[in-house]
């Protein structure tokens, strides 16, 4: 058996023929695919607007900016996300407070929120950062009524959940990105992610005004836009009117990020029923907890919104199985350590102990291979390893 990743991007003629298609045409970094992505990518979410961007960090950086986060600001994320969740805000100078996960979920818990604002008057905190961890989506319907009473903005990370959803009040499928309850949302497009551009981000919303700002900061602040000039000198000029960065995605990585789109629903099926597969091998398996979809993901049919970008278990000895899985060629991964608990997070004063449902999520969690082209065959080895491992 060769040896199988926790996950993996999935490359097809069709992606290649594009990049090489877009390397022998006259764009190397903005050309005509930079726009065509951004359109699909908007329609395959449903939001107004899209930016992409070179990275999801990138991305979660021009969100902070967009929002005008600064040293005055305080924003709340969650302790089991990727650390650059997190850092967005110290790029900033602003300061990251995290509330603790369900433990159901490992989604920040959304009841810690609300008794971290009672008390506190409004605009004591400037903003939420959820993350659909793992692909299970946060229910931002019920977050956005919190952060509406505290004047509060949201920026979604969904970095783990293009094409997620969950049902609202209304019986509505909300897709992850949407914008119709976060100001702005995030996607990676790193190549264990859902659609592999190598490095590459998008940021999406439905507020003009952001979705302006975002395009000035990716580019150096600098326009051309002839309506937004304070002067005009001729064909060549432009201005830079705010102080931006060069977070831009080459037109070859678009390309690639369009035809993988293309190809977007057809591995979430295949995610879904990988997922469905483990969920079987391990229902009644003891000592092997499979960590629990968000219930407001799950439709009246039967279905599931879960975008399944991790499969995580929990297990007594987690140490053990992972370098059990290891010996036999199956990389697993551990998502995450404890934002709070890196040390520098706690040079910031964050400590051990801070967060204990999340430390005691992080001492148990390991994350199964899942992507579209596991075959059959080596998930069953891996349902096997695991099972041998944890006798069950
Ligand atoms: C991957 C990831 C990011 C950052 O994306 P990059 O493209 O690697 O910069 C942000 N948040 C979460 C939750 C992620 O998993």
Same mark, same amino acid.
């Given at each position: 058996?060769?040896?199988?990743?926790?996950?993996?991007?999935?490359?097809?003629?069709?992606?290649?023929?594009?990049?090489?298609?877009?390397?022998?045409?006259?764009?190397?970094?903005?050309?005509?695919?930079?726009?065509?992505?951004?359109?699909?990518?908007?329609?395959?979410?449903?939001?107004?607007?899209?930016?992409?961007?070179?990275?999801?960090?990138?991305?979660?950086?021009?969100?902070?900016?967009?929002?005008?986060?600064?040293?005055?600001?305080?924003?709340?994320?969650?302790?089991?996300?990727?650390?650059?969740?997190?850092?967005?805000?110290? +790029?900033?100078?602003?300061?990251?407070?995290?509330?603790?996960?369900?433990?159901?979920?490992?989604?920040?818990?959304?009841?810690?929120?609300?008794?971290?604002?009672? =008390?506190?008057?409004?605009?004591?905190?400037?903003? *939420?950062?959820?993350?659909?961890?793992?692909?299970?989506?946060?229910?931002?319907?019920?977050?956005?009524?919190?952060?509406?009473?505290? =004047?509060?903005?949201?920026?979604?990370?969904?970095?783990?959940?293009?094409?997620?959803?969950?049902?609202?009040?209304?019986?509505?499928?909300?897709?992850?990105?949407?914008?119709?309850?976060?100001?702005?949302?995030?996607?990676?497009?790193?190549?264990?992610?859902?659609?592999?551009?190598?490095?590459? =981000?998008?940021?999406?919303?439905?507020?003009?005004?952001?979705?302006?700002?975002?395009?000035? /900061?990716?580019?150096?602040?600098?326009?051309?836009?002839?309506?937004?000039?304070?002067?005009?000198?001729?064909?060549?000029?432009?201005?830079?009117?705010?102080?931006?960065?060069?977070?831009?995605?080459?037109?070859?990585?678009?390309?690639?990020?369009?035809?993988?789109?293309?190809?977007?629903?057809?591995?979430?099926?295949?995610?879904?029923?990988?997922?469905?597969?483990?969920?079987?091998?391990?229902?009644?398996?003891?000592?092997?907890?499979?960590?629990?979809?968000?219930?407001?993901?799950?439709?009246?049919?039967?279905?599931?919104?879960?975008? /399944?970008?991790?499969?995580?278990?929990?297990?007594?000895?987690?140490?053990?199985? +992972?370098?059990?899985?290891?010996?036999?060629? *199956?990389?697993?991964?551990?998502?995450? *350590?404890?934002?709070?608990?890196?040390? /520098?997070?706690?040079?910031?004063?964050?400590?051990?102990?801070?967060?204990?449902?999340?430390?005691? /999520? +992080?001492?148990?969690?390991?994350?199964?291979?899942?992507?579209?082209?596991?075959?059959?065959?080596?998930?069953?080895?891996?349902?096997?390893?695991?099972?041998?491992?944890?006798?069950?």
């Amino acid at each position: 058996m060769k040896p199988i990743p926790y996950g993996r991007q999935h490359i097809t003629e069709d992606d290649i023929q594009a990049v090489v298609e877009t390397l022998q045409s006259d764009f190397l970094t903005q050309g005509p695919k930079v726009a065509e992505f951004e359109q699909a990518f908007a329609n395959y979410v449903g939001a107004k607007y899209a930016v992409a961007v070179s990275n999801g960090t990138a991305a979660l950086h021009l969100c902070a900016m967009a929002l005008g986060v600064n040293g005055s600001s305080r924003v709340i994320t969650t302790p089991i996300t990727f650390v650059a969740s997190a850092n967005c805000v110290r +790029y900033c100078d602003g300061t990251v407070e995290f509330a603790d996960i369900d433990p159901a979920t490992a989604l920040i818990d959304i009841e810690k929120v609300r008794r971290m604002l009672e =008390g506190k008057p409004k605009g004591y905190y400037s903003g *939420i950062i959820p993350v659909d961890f793992a692909g299970n989506p946060v229910n931002l319907e019920e977050l956005r009524e919190l952060a509406d009473e505290h =004047g509060m903005w949201i920026i979604e990370d969904a970095a783990h959940s293009p094409g997620g959803y969950f049902v609202d009040s209304q019986g509505e499928r909300q897709f992850c990105g949407n914008g119709r309850f976060a100001e702005l949302a995030i996607f990676s497009f790193h190549p264990v992610k859902h659609i592999a551009t190598s490095e590459g =981000g998008m940021v999406t919303t439905n507020d003009e005004e952001l979705y302006q700002k975002l395009l000035l /900061y990716r580019t150096h602040g600098i326009t051309r836009d002839p309506n937004l000039l304070e002067e005009n000198h001729g064909g060549w000029y432009m201005e830079m009117q705010a102080l931006g960065y060069n977070y831009r995605i080459p037109d070859m990585l678009c390309a690639l990020g369009i035809t993988q789109l293309a190809r977007a629903d057809e591995g979430m099926a295949r995610r879904r029923e990988i997922a469905r597969v483990y969920d079987e091998a391990f229902a009644d398996a003891a000592g092997i907890a499979v960590l629990g979809t968000n219930p407001a993901s799950l439709t009246d049919t039967g279905e599931t919104g879960h975008a /399944y970008h991790l499969y995580v278990i929990q297990v007594a000895d987690r140490k053990g199985l +992972y370098d059990f899985l290891r010996e036999h060629q *199956i990389f697993a991964q551990v998502h995450y *350590i404890p934002a709070h608990t890196m040390p /520098y997070y706690r040079s910031l004063g964050h400590k051990k102990g801070d967060f204990p449902k999340a430390e005691h /999520y +992080y001492e148990a969690c390991l994350s199964l291979p899942m992507y579209p082209t596991l075959a059959d065959v080596e998930q069953q080895y891996v349902i096997e390893k695991v099972k041998e491992f944890c006798k069950a």
